[in-house]
């Protein structure tokens, strides 16, 4: 393969960038115009060495050159990495001249891509990289270096040990079928098809956890025009993300702003208010703030103490309830208490906790902040329930959720032909399909459109 480099850190200016190299010619092409501080017989390898860089007889600058020989580097091939300052002009002129002596741009995640290519990496670390390099919390960290660490990889494969030796022994009955032998007694196979069907089904099922971390928790802040909606968000995000106005309808489409909560992103989405209007704009912001409803697991829902006519604040919060999806978590707010006497909002207040005794009500105030640490006791048990276990793995990838899924559904079609007393070529089939759907999942059956989805999404450099 071709020796390819690239700016392996960021295009921002820096105090250092690294250039690396890979490939069977990156030793010469980085030590061409490397001259060590100190003579060196052999440069040796692993170990960063003081230099200039030297062009057209003129130092470029100072550097720090490390070598890598294959097949102990990142990529599994011979490798380079220059430490060189920061400067644009010093970082481009060394890529020119690298380039010019016959290396090859890098592609969008090239390296990793030759690591997988090269045993050192499996597909799903491979992943793992580039969502490490994108992990924003704790949370996401932890779950993407779990993932790294060969995680999802050792669960992969001691599965595709297990149906590997169940399809041995059922292709054995098949050439003996003459002789009408069972190598593996059918309780046996069901038990067996039976654990492997529950480990996909708790891989599955944890992707809820994943999902949440890794692209965050959605939270849809509705209720009726000037409830305090953008109020509330600006509260929680602690700047003026959304305009605060008392002309109604002000906010006509999805504001949104994230901060994070145990670990996980909690993304807030202040809406357009829900009330009857002609005007078309306001008309198409409140059908999208039905469909963040509608998608959303939690919800703030707004009602006006202040403004609500008396005795109607009870019909507001049913009429927004009745917008939900049976699965959502609402967190009632009663608005402005500021602007209401205690007695009268504690009124209102029992009153609905009464009439909806399972649903939580709150009395907030943007202006004073009442109601502010019911409303993060609310966030913290909401996410908290996210959060993996202690030392527990979660899937966070949509495409090992969909290959998990298929492989899950084959396991029960498995279990299935088994108690209907199928024949073992039947039962190979089933067998062998959830084994090609794992291999597909961990790259050892790898089709070539999967491959070019993940690697476009890295950066260049990695």
Known sequence: MSTIVALATGENLAAIAIIRLSGSDAHRLATQHFVPQRPHAMLPM???????????GEELDQVLLTLFAAPNSYTGEDMAEIACHGSPYIVQTLLQSLLQEGAQAAQPGEFTYRAFLNGKLDLTQAEAVNELIASRTATQHRTAFLQLEGALSTQISELRAKLLELTSLIELEIDFSDQDVEFVSRTELATLAEGIRQQLATLCASFRQGNAIQNGLPVTIAGAPNAGKSALLNFFLQEERAIVSDLPGTTRDAIHGEIVVNGITVRFTDTAGLRDTDDRIEQLGIERTLKFLQASPLALLLVDLANTPHGEHLAAFQLLLAKLPEDAHPL???????LVDGETAQEVLRSIQTALPTISVVLWSS????????????????????????GGFVITNARHFEALSAAREEAIELLEAIHAGLSSDLLSFHLRRIIHLLGELTGEIPPQEILGNIFRHFCIGK
């Open 332 to 338: 009632f707010l009663l608005s402005k208490a500021d």
């Open 46 to 56: 692993r170990r960063a060495l003081l230099g200039q860089i030297t062009l057209a």
């Open 367 to 390: 202006k004073t902040g009442e109601g502010e640490e019911e409303i993060r006791s609310w966030l913290e048990e909401k996410t908290r329930q996210y959060l993996p276990t202690e």
